[in-house]
């Protein structure tokens, strides 16, 4: 257990559904990061916070996904009208402020599969 | 960030020394070198990075080439546990913005036979 804990673990929907994730990093990180993966891949940065500013998004995260972390402390990863090819893991992972602080903390991640 | 590439796949004894290689050939001066893995079903775990020298913790050792080009990373006695998913990433040593993300390959199935 790494302390950042992500909720579900495993969601099951039907395509067209909308899904929320729920994040909460180390308490005293102020970085938090989403990922994808897909089997047989290596996990794919989707967006990046900083404190509560979401300083980067990927290209892969089209429209109908949205990331906030309202109060620089837990984050939402939210995807509307869900389609076939979201099925993934989706992780999180948190990271100290300091400079010498290299280490991402990664949650268990939630199996998203929509059906 | 710049690439890196590893082998698909390699296994070693229960109790000997596991090393696994990777080529990152385009490294640029202020780009250090990471290893994480991935046990089965779990979020990636952080192992060791280091920037031009040897590193070693509790975990494992890095090994860096001296013309920083390629890396392997050294779990002195292996166990079953370490079968997992082993990937090496190169980035920069910035903590903001574009350059704090981690660009994952697909690594190397590491498998510890008994």
């Known amino acids: 257990d790494t302390g950042v804990s992500q909720n579900p673990r495993h969601k099951i929907t039907k395509r067209g559904q909308n899904v929320t994730f729920r994040c909460d990093p180390i308490s005293e990180h102020n970085r938090l990061y989403w990922y994808r993966q897909t089997l047989g891949q290596g996990p794919e940065f989707l967006t990046y916070?900083?404190?509560?500013?979401?300083?980067?998004k990927s290209r892969l995260l089209s429209d109908r996904f949205s990331a906030e972390r309202p109060k620089g402390s837990f984050s939402t990863l939210e995807i509307q009208r869900t389609e076939q090819g979201d099925s993934a893991m989706y992780l999180c992972a948190s990271r100290k402020p300091g400079p010498g602080d290299h280490e991402q903390f990664f949650g268990p991640g939630t199996r998203l599969t929509v059906l | 960030d710049a690439k890196t590439t590893q082998p698909t796949s390699m296994d070693c004894a229960e109790g000997r020394a596991a090393n696994l290689p990777c080529n990152h050939s385009?490294?640029?001066?202020?780009?250090?070198v990471y290893w994480y893995r991935q046990i089965h079903s779990q979020g990636p775990q952080y192992i060791i990075h280091?920037?031009?020298n040897n590193e070693t913790n509790e975990m494992a050792s890095l090994i860096i080439t001296e013309d920083r080009k390629s890396s392997t990373l050294i779990l002195p006695h292996a166990t079953l546990r370490d079968t997992a998913v082993y990937y090496c990433i190169v980035r920069v040593g910035s903590y903001t913005g574009a350059n704090s993300k981690l660009t994952f390959g697909k690594g190397i199935t590491l498998s510890v036979r008994p």
């Open positions: 280091g920037l031009k």
């Open positions: 385009t490294i640029s001066g202020n780009e250090y």
């Open positions: 916070f900083q404190n509560e500013a979401q300083l980067e």
